[in-house]
């Protein structure tokens, strides 16, 4: 399965049935991105008709490509709801409980919660994070070797268990908000085995019994950290206390509260640790863009930038950007339908299921030119609408801790790349997996360097090579034929964004 989404279909709409309707279901579970580029190829609209375990004997799956389907369905909370993508607990479990968040919320309750939560994560309310993300990014910094390559992606889920731990339950001791995030993350992963979601029952032995108990842990601990906040008041609130307080002004239901301070850590913690990951190993891969991005940070003078240096830093911006073009951490999204209606002239009914996908529109050409190449200073001409680039989706639930993550990772990778140099070991493999986020299968070997070591790019195997096309693919071309297509040879980017 490639991931090379192509020239545009010929075709709008492409149906199928049967076996290979469940043919497909099954190459959407193993390999989610290849699935979707696959079926892009063939048309628009695609669809696919199969009675899957959970659905009707006629239930369609459909996937839908480009910015106008993006708007119709992720425009349209009311013909559309969110559905989960993982094993939920049988009615009054703590599973189900403690998975009642926003991700999990649709219609007036969905609205009145989010309403509620949104003023806390606003531009202006994140900003004084920033002193603690200086300081966890700083002891991970320190805490690397340099004599032996490390795993980069468990330090980027260190990092971001650290700081989204940090941001909601950080008046706890910093160890005991840590082991609150681990259990949750745990949790998660634990969702994803697949024999918790091809066996959902609560049968001694099972890995779903296993899930189980693991929430009930969750809950009894989540609840005495809320009594114990209630006994020792605080005018520094977190996360946690902006909940405990919403829900003893009745805004908040018991469920609600324990949903909201759970689902807040999980949508926060693997997605920004993918994020993170996958711009270490675009940046490692070119150098030119990485020393371009050390140049523009030379205005710094070695220190973290601050909140306001942060807009006047277009190059990294544009890193951050570009990098969660090519690789976005939600390559899709799945909606169910609520109400008869059509799509692309293929009629919809109730509890069908339609996948948006922010992968393949961030890889259509029509859209972005050489969708696969790391170009950063693309984002000096283009403008894309939400629906053509949405790393964060877009519409009513576009994600609600965008500035949140933007400011810590442009923070993160700033200070990364002021006192480190990254490289990768030679002929790495690097197969991508997709559990709702998008990640690295086997992790991300690298070698930290001092600053001042020359950045490298190295040749790697593995699915990576189809989702990008790296600088050194292109010298081999721009030699073979006779043209240059490769690094330009123009004035420093960073200057140049810079004076844009
Ligand atoms: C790089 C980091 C992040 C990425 C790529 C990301 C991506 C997304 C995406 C694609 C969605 C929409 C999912 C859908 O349409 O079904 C979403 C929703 C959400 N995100 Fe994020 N997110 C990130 C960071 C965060 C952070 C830091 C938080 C909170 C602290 C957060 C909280 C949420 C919540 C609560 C929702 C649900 C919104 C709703 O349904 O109304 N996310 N995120």
Known sequence: MKAHVGRQPCKSVHQTSGADAFGWFLRFVFDAVGCLCGAYRLARLCVARAPLPWGRSDQQSVFAFGPEYNRLVLGDTTTYRTTPQTAGGPPGSALRRIRHGL??????????????????????????????????????IESWPTDRPIDMWQEMRRLTLRTSSHVLF????????????????????????????????????TPFRRLLRHAERIEEMLWQRIYHRRNHPTDQPDILDRLIEAHDAGAMSDTALLGQATILFAASYETQANSMTWMLLLLAQHPKVARDLSDELAVLRGSPPTVDQLDQLPLLDAVVKESMRILPAVPYTIRAVTRPTELGGVPLQVEDRVVCSHYVTHHMPEIYPQPRRFEPERWLTIRPSPFEYLPFSAGQRVCIGRYMAMMLMRISLAMMVQQRCLRLPHRTRIDRSVKVTMGPRKGLPMWVRPRGESWTEAELRGNINEMVEWPACRRTLSV????PLGVRPTESLGRSLTSA
């Open 480 to 483: 073979s034929h006779g043209f």
């Open 170 to 205: 950080g008046r706890d001791e910093p160890a005991l908000a840590d082991a609150m995030g681990m259990m949750i993350q745990q949790l998660f992963e634990r969702n994803f085995e697949p024999w918790c979601l091809l066996f959902p029952f609560d049968w001694p032995g």
């Open 103 to 140: 991700t999990a919320m649709n219609g007036e309750e969905h609205r009145q919660q989010r309403q509620l939560i949104m003023p806390w994560f606003t531009k202006h309310a994140v900003d004084h994070y920033r002193d603690a993300a200086v300081d966890i990014t700083q002891k991970i």
